[in-house]
């Protein structure tokens, strides 16, 4: 038997049409709900790396700015380093007080110093001839002329110690030469020179009774010995400091 289909066509295209229409509107739904998701996910990812850019741009400018403090820092390290480079070529390293406590130590009371110098030389001039860098000061620390740097005994030096002066017997001279080689402030103890010298007393006062009556009115008089010429050792020793260590 043949079937009859009393369904019109118009029917039939419209069942096709609405289930075309429902189709289109799932999978619409579908991309519209993966694109909201996508969307979610997304923004959240453009904040994470907007937090992350805020906190790199922070980073970068304390790094900047702890930069710019280390290069000041540098700086500042640089002029003390080479303040302290001056300070170390200029520093004498000697202490005056002590070496003259020194001296005084050793020297007994029959010897007088008239002269004590304090000469700095250069170790790269040891091998050069001495020169005089002498002046007419009791003590003092022998120096170039200002004015001239190069001739500045700056850096790394070595003292020499004049001593000149009379004593009233050789042997004080002889004495004084053995205390200054046994003390451990010198060394290298060499005597200029020695020499026998004749030096005029001065005649002295002799107080009359009236002296005791008025303190404040001196009526000594000169007593009637004659002028008498004391026989003395007039000498001149020089030495050096014992304040390094040759390598």
Not at 122 to 133: N, V
Not at 191 to 216: L, M, W, Y
Request: with cysteine; aromatic share 8%; net charge positive.
């Amino acid at each position: 038997m043949k079937e009859i289909d009393f369904l019109p066509e118009w029917y039939k295209s419209g069942r096709r049409r609405k289930v075309t229409y429902r189709t289109q509107y799932v999978v619409l739904s579908g991309i519209f709900l993966v694109m909201m998701v996508w969307n979610f996910f997304a923004a959240r990812s453009v904040s994470k790396a907007e937090a992350k850019l805020v906190q790199m741009t922070q980073g970068c400018a304390d790094v900047e700015s702890t930069s710019l403090k280390f290069a000041q820092l540098k700086g500042e390290v640089g002029i003390l380093q080479k303040r302290t480079a001056s300070i170390e070529e200029i520093d004498s390293k000697i202490n005056v007080a002590s070496v003259l406590a020194e001296l005084s130590f050793l020297i007994d009371r029959g010897v007088v110093l008239a002269k004590v110098e304090l000469i700095a030389e250069k170790f790269a001039d040891m091998r050069e001839p001495k020169r005089s860098q002498r002046a007419g000061a009791v003590v003092r620390a022998a120096r170039a002329g200002f004015n001239k740097r190069q001739d500045l005994p700056l850096g790394d030096v070595r003292f020499k110690v004049v001593i000149s002066g009379v004593a009233a017997d050789a042997s004080d001279v002889a004495s004084l030469i053995c205390k200054l080689e046994d003390s451990p402030y010198f060394f290298q103890v060499v005597p200029s020179f020695s020499r026998s010298k004749e030096i005029k007393a001065q005649p002295s006062r002799v107080k009359g009774p009236s002296d005791t009556r008025e303190p404040g009115r001196s009526t000594g008089r000169l007593s009637a010995e004659p002028d008498a010429n004391i026989n003395a050792s007039e000498f001149e020793i020089s030495c050096y400091l014992a304040n390094y260590n040759e390598q």
